[in-house]
């Protein structure tokens, strides 16, 4: 009897594996199905879940915190807030986890890549959708290595025996050219932008010109080999992408005054000439933002170092050598007569300027208001409130849709962000040229973007030296140093606040001379701010001997110690002690 | 500072908050007699009448009510002007001698806190545990691991005498702690090592606001500090015997836009606070009370339009 209960039981046993262990689960996909089923829309829905990981813009919707692409500036010299940026600082300490070493998008761009040659989706779609992957995957990897220099490189999905799991570091040179090999695929493969929102072949361009400066000028600043290799190739790109046939230019619907300040406002940016590549925000589906109610509760202010960047209307000159601009001269007067472009980026304090943004409001049938408080610091009265406030005194209008202010919700804000444009590409081929030797077009790039704004003067190719410039940016390896630091003026004035700085300061190696500098703001002018005002700022925050304000002199106990070693960050220490060879780290770190 | 941000939240409070907002509109017993413009700059509660003659900054008291809850438990809704600003209040009034103590709450009553809860949901789970909850407000400033979706409270943490953090951030400045004894106190954080074997509740706040007495002249000048914005802060009296929770409602022009904290700081003091403590803000700061039918109501408007999860709070239980 004995046996048969033995033999009931291994055939139960036999049984049990034959008939469940092997069987699919019924409540999840499993990987063979889903590829094997995979049409044109799942593919899509696959490369969906990239966007809000990589198309950042304004962030993701219903989040308080101010938008990444504003707040980008926060870590470089171009935008202040409270408190000292530490990485701008160079004060940041070695990372035991760091949240842009993960690998979740690498990993899921590989397994598209190794599957989808199995989904029965249209060759044409097939194609579209890898396009896509390839470019988030150079996307990802790029901003990866900007951060940590080298790289192991992954090809494949790993499983988790994979010896691969403790692979070295690849040098920045393979990154680079396995980057641009995806990125060559995604242009292959991506139709021309019809959709804004959508990645294109516009937008593949775009990004490669953009590796291409990064890595040519980061190896030119470093004396590494194949700078000019990839400056040429980043000057075709971007001048690819000027060819008529893809249909981009500057956006100048709003005439000089306010193209400039309106292209940053708009609810969408289809059909816009200017733009690339944009994230979509929209309230009612309760995807909205808050930009605009944040910015006048926000400290933040314009550097007075940027402030001083932008050019004499009058003369075409630096202000510093204009003869008509001077720092004492008044807070509202130096803004007057300079590009354009300042007056729509930053709030002017005059009642009647268009450009006043959110300094003043109608009460009682009066205008009131006035130059911002000061790190919040005044208490103002009935008669002089203050509806802005800065740690610079200079009010920051970029992006700032008035209508999305006063008496609106949380998360109401509708406008689109423009993630990548046009003005890039223009930018990068006069950079790129310019450093090559190359005829960077002035007319059609520097200058239609000064046109735009109605500035009458022409960048020439053989500008005179602005001392200014000549001691932020003393070595300069191309031919005319002059023109390329006139470019570089150009890029931070065009992208001011669009989260470009950092990575231009860590390519031309210039934070060790611009980030060690006193952080500065405005000059108070008495005509804004009564003398107790002032005061009270030069007790609680400091003035420098000219009289700029110095946010951090006072407040902050430590001065900022920017070091070769900032440029990369440290391989995150809980890696390193998982996988060892991905040592050594970064120098210094 | 790290701001827990972007998460989810239960619209069915925000639509109770209107119905119970309504409701207590029309059901506030107040001093309603006291009709002397100009003392107490309008003010008629003897609250908000001990804070407008302290404040200087206080304009003009528009509107307050109080009432009581519960024995020993008073609520008070102000609406006042400061630097010129709309501005809209929330205070309970606890006597620690009525039966009543403050205690920490965590999501799902657990004594993990890495998913931060809307506070109303906390409360829940409070009571299913046993409290006898009438009031809370949401509590410590919230970490979160930079790879991880895992939230940490910044400060030490102590629930129903078990320590759940040791550990605080330079700069925390302030503990609320409540003995095994039953009484209640701020301390400063690095204090807490000594007493910690009597301690039964401990939460967190980050700056000082009132020290034995004295406002906070130290305050550091940033964005946190300066910045008008929702506030939640904690105080006790000089005996140790009476516990306030405040909540101001900001970053909503037309309604309320909140305060700097140096002015907090003077409101407290001038509340009658000789202890006070900044809570977490901004979006987080969430008053709710139990109203008679037994349900959880959220009073203020929280600034992202919705409630904020949060990582712990405060509440007050029957004993």
């Given at each position: 009897m004995k046996k048969y209960i033995y033999l009931l039981t291994y055939i139960t046993l036999t049984m049990i594996s034959c008939n469940y262990l092997d069987v699919e689960p019924g409540d999840t996909i499993t990987d063979t199905r889903f590829w094997a089923t995979a049409n044109g829309v799942a593919l899509e829905q696959y490369c969906h879940t990239y966007y809000p990981s990589l198309v950042i813009g304004h962030g993701n919707p219903n989040s308080w915190d101010g938008s990444p692409l504003i707040t980008a500036d926060l870590q470089s010299d171009n935008l202040l807030s409270g408190g000292a940026n530490q990485i701008a600082f160079g004060k940041n300490v070695k990372n035991h986890t760091d949240g842009a070493w993960s690998w979740g998008v690498i990993r899921g761009c590989n397994a598209f890549l190794e599957n989808y040659m199995r989904s029965p989706a249209s060759a044409n779609d097939k194609r579209h959708y890898a396009g896509e992957i390839y470019f988030f995957k150079a996307w990802d990897y790029f901003n990866k290595m900007k951060r940590f220099g080298d790289l192991p490189w992954y090809d494949k999905v790993l499983d988790k025996n994979d010896p691969d799991l403790y692979k070295k570091r690849d040098s920045r040179v393979l990154i680079t050219d396995s980057i641009l090999m995806c990125l060559d695929r995604a242009i292959e493969y991506l139709p021309k932008q019809t959709d804004?929102?959508?990645?294109?072949?516009?937008?593949?361009?775009?990004?490669?010109?953009?590796?291409?400066?990064?890595?040519?000028?980061?190896?030119?600043?470093?004396?590494?080999?194949?700078?000019?290799?990839?400056?040429?190739?980043?000057?075709?790109?971007?001048?690819?992408?000027?060819?008529?046939?893809?249909?981009?230019?500057?956006?100048?619907?709003?005439?000089?005054?306010?193209?400039?300040?309106?292209?940053?406002?708009?609810?969408?940016?289809?059909?816009?000439?200017?733009?690339?590549?944009?994230?979509?925000?929209?309230?009612?589906?309760?995807?909205?933002?808050?930009?605009?109610?944040?910015?006048?509760?926000?400290?933040?202010?314009?550097?007075?170092?940027?402030?001083?960047?932008?050019?004499?209307?009058?003369?075409?000159?630096?202000?510093?050598?204009?003869?008509?601009?001077?720092p004492h001269m008044g807070y509202l007067s130096e803004m007057m007569d300079r590009d354009r472009r300042l007056v729509q980026t930053i709030c002017v304090p005059d009642p009647n300027s268009p450009h006043a943004q959110y300094l003043y409001r109608k009460d009682g049938g009066?205008?009131?208001?006035?130059?911002?408080?000061?790190?919040?610091?005044?208490?103002?009265?009935?008669?002089?409130?203050?509806?802005?406030?800065?740690?610079?005194?200079?009010?920051?209008?970029?992006?700032?849709?008035?209508?999305?202010?006063?008496?609106?919700?949380?998360?109401?804000?509708?406008?689109?962000?423009?993630?990548?444009?046009?003005?890039?590409?223009?930018?990068?081929?006069?950079?790129?040229?310019?450093?090559?030797?190359?005829?960077?077009?002035?007319?059609?790039?520097?200058?239609?973007?000064?046109?735009?704004?109605?500035?009458?003067?022409?960048?020439?190719?053989?500008?005179?030296?602005?001392?200014?410039?000549?001691?932020?940016?003393?070595?300069?390896?191309?031919?005319?140093?002059?023109?390329?630091?006139?470019?570089?003026?150009?890029?931070?004035?065009?992208?001011?606040?669009?989260?470009y700085r950092w990575d231009d300061l860590c390519r031309w190696r210039a934070g060790v001379n611009l980030l060690n500098r006193e952080r500065r703001g405005a000059i108070m002018d008495s005509k804004f701010y009564s003398a107790k005002e002032i005061n009270m700022i030069r007790e609680k925050i400091g003035f420098d001997e000219d009289g700029f304000i110095t946010p951090y002199a006072i407040r902050v106990t430590y001065k900022p110690s920017f070091t070769e070693k900032n440029y990369l960050f440290n391989i995150p220490i809980e890696e390193t002690s998982l996988n060892p060879n991905l040592l050594p780290d970064n120098p210094g770190w | 500072?790290?701001?827990?941000?972007?998460?989810?939240?239960?619209?069915?409070?925000?639509?109770?908050?209107?119905?119970?907002?309504?409701?207590?509109?029309?059901?506030?017993?107040?001093?309603?007699?006291?009709?002397?413009?100009?003392?107490?700059?309008?003010?008629?509660?003897?609250?908000?009448?001990?804070?407008?003659?302290?404040?200087?900054?206080?304009?003009?008291?528009?509107?307050?009510?109080s009432y009581q809850l519960t024995e020993g438990l008073t609520i008070t809704e102000v609406n006042f002007r400061y630097l010129t600003r709309p501005t809209r209040m929330f205070v309970a009034e606890i006597d620690l001698d009525k039966n009543l103590s403050v205690v920490t709450c965590t999501p799902?009553?657990?004594?993990?806190?890495?998913?931060?809860?809307?506070?109303?949901?906390?409360?829940?789970?409070?009571?299913?545990?046993?409290?006898?909850?009438?009031?809370?407000?949401?509590?410590?400033?919230?970490?979160?691991?930079?790879?991880?979706?895992?939230?940490?409270?910044?400060?030490?943490?102590?629930?129903?005498?078990?320590?759940?953090?040791?550990?605080?951030?330079?700069?925390?400045?302030?503990?609320?702690?409540?003995?095994?004894?039953?009484?209640?106190?701020?301390?400063?954080?690095?204090?807490?090592?000594?007493?910690?074997?009597?301690?039964?509740?401990?939460?967190?706040?980050?700056?000082?606001?009132?020290?034995?007495?004295?406002?906070?002249?130290?305050?550091?000048?940033?964005?946190?500090?300066?910045?008008?914005?929702?506030r939640t802060f904690v105080g006790l009296s000089k005996d140790n015997k009476k516990c306030f929770l405040f909540v101001i409602d900001g970053r909503q022009e037309g309604y309320s836009s909140g305060m700097r904290l140096e002015d907090v700081a003077t409101l407290c003091k001038g509340a009658g606070c000789y202890n006070a403590i900044n809570l977490d803000g901004g979006g987080s700061s969430t008053f709710v009370i139990k109203d008679r039918t037994g349900s959880f109501n959220v009073l203020n408007k929280p600034s992202d339009g919705q409630l904020r999860p949060v990582i712990n709070g405060l509440v007050v239980i029957k004993k």
């Open positions: 804004v929102c959508k990645v294109s072949k516009n937008a593949a361009l775009l990004l490669k010109a953009r590796v291409c400066l990064y890595e040519g000028t980061w190896r030119r600043y470093r004396d590494m080999e194949g700078d000019e290799e990839l400056l040429k190739k980043a000057y075709d790109t971007a001048g690819e992408l000027m060819k008529t046939e893809y249909g981009h230019n500057l956006y100048t619907g709003n005439g000089t005054e306010m193209s400039y300040f309106n292209l940053f406002i708009q609810d969408h940016y289809q059909g816009n000439p200017e733009i690339i590549l944009s994230r979509e925000y929209d309230p009612a589906i309760n995807m909205g933002h808050q930009i605009s109610r944040q910015y006048p509760m926000s400290n933040y202010g314009m550097s007075r170092d940027c402030f001083e960047e932008y050019l004499c209307s009058r003369t075409g000159k630096p202000i510093s050598v204009c003869g008509c601009h001077n009066l205008m009131k208001g006035g130059a911002p408080n000061i790190f919040n610091l005044f208490d103002g009265t009935n008669e002089r409130p203050f509806y802005g406030t800065s740690v610079t005194g200079y009010c920051i209008s970029k992006f700032y849709k008035a209508s999305e202010w006063e008496g609106t919700e949380a998360f109401k804000g509708t406008t689109d962000a423009p993630v990548m444009r046009y003005a890039e590409v223009l930018l990068i081929r006069a950079e790129a040229g310019a450093e090559l030797g190359l005829d960077p077009e002035l007319d059609k790039t520097i200058n239609a973007l000064r046109r735009r704004v109605g500035f009458s003067f022409d960048l020439t190719a053989n500008p005179v030296e602005d001392p200014d410039l000549a001691s932020k940016y003393p070595d300069i390896k191309g031919a005319d140093k002059n023109l390329i630091r006139e470019i570089r003026r150009e890029r931070r004035i065009e992208l001011f606040a669009e989260g | 500072m790290i701001r827990i941000n972007d998460l989810k939240s239960n619209k069915k409070y925000i639509t109770l908050w209107y119905v119970v907002c309504m409701l207590f509109l029309s059901c506030s017993s107040s001093s309603d007699e006291v009709m002397v413009s100009g003392l107490h700059k309008g003010a008629k509660t003897p609250l908000m009448q001990s804070v407008a003659d302290y404040m200087d900054k206080i304009q003009v008291v528009e509107k307050d009510s799902n009553n657990e004594n993990i806190q890495d998913q931060p809860q809307v506070m109303p949901e906390q409360m829940i789970w409070a009571e299913k545990a046993g409290k006898d909850i009438c009031v809370g407000v949401n509590g410590d400033f919230a970490g979160k691991y930079t790879d991880k979706n895992k939230f940490f409270t910044m400060n030490i943490f102590v629930k129903d005498g078990q320590i759940l953090k040791e550990t605080y951030y330079p700069g925390y400045e302030g503990l609320f702690v409540v003995l095994k004894n039953g009484e209640s106190k701020i301390i400063h954080p690095k204090d807490f090592e000594g007493i910690k074997d009597d301690v039964l509740e401990a939460m967190g706040g980050y700056h000082s606001l009132v020290r034995d007495g004295e406002e906070n002249k130290e305050m550091p000048v940033d964005d946190i500090t300066m910045q008008f914005g929702p």
